[in-house]
């Protein structure tokens, strides 16, 4: 009874899936995760829960070559009502009523990866300025500055676009005189 109770109500998702890795068992955090009732769930497979582009490794993760030490790795799995979010997966073989099954404890991983995503991008920018240090130094010419800088913004700092402008003072407009990653000549009507 303390080991269903424990089951039932832990943070993370456990699926007991069959031989033909359909869902036979789930506790409360997969309907809560997923939003299907638990009679939705066992007439889904891990394909189901799968985004398409990751359910082609289902038979690789599940199959044969699951040792009993169990697997674990990471995928993307959609919810019912079809939002996709990443997870990591541990599985590991187990009998029941001498049959073969896969049980698998699932973690919804979505903050983990945003925080990665976020170190990565503040990495990438620290790296970025540190580029532009180094372009104000060796730099002979504003133009030639300003080439480099939008330049690095575009290839290290991760940007779609980067441009720099000065006044005209005869037209009051400001015109790029440098521009990196424009391949839709976004700049070319700036006024």
Do not use: C
């Not at 674990?72 to 029941?96: D, L, N, Q």
């Not at 540190?130 to 504003?142: D, F, G, I």
């Not at 030639?144 to 330049?151: C, S």
């Not at 407009?173 to 391949?183: L, Q, R």
């Amino acid at each position: 009874e303390r080991l269903t109770i424990v089951m039932r109500n832990v943070n993370d998702v456990i699926l007991l899936f069959d031989e033909s890795m359909r869902v036979v068992e789930a506790n409360d955090r997969a309907v809560a995760t997923y939003g299907y009732a638990v009679q939705e769930l066992r007439q889904l497979t891990a394909h189901d829960l799968r985004v398409p582009e990751a359910a082609a490794a289902v038979p690789r993760h599940y199959g044969a070559e699951l040792s009993e030490a169990g697997l674990t790795f990471e995928t993307i799995h959609r919810r019912k009502a079809g939002a996709t979010f990443p997870v990591e997966v541990s599985s590991r073989p187990v009998m029941v009523d001498g049959r073969r099954h896969v049980q698998s404890i699932i973690r919804d991983i979505s903050e983990r990866k945003a925080h990665e995503n976020e170190i990565e991008r503040l990495n990438r920018l620290y790296l970025t300025i540190s580029e532009v240090n180094k372009a104000l130094v060796r730099a002979q010419s504003p133009a030639e500055l300003f080439d480099e800088i939008t330049g690095l913004l575009v290839k290290s700092g991760g940007f779609r676009i980067a441009w720099a402008g000065w006044l005209n003072p005869q037209t009051r407009f400001i015109e790029p005189i440098a521009v990196a990653g424009d391949t839709t000549g976004y700049t070319q009507d700036i006024r």
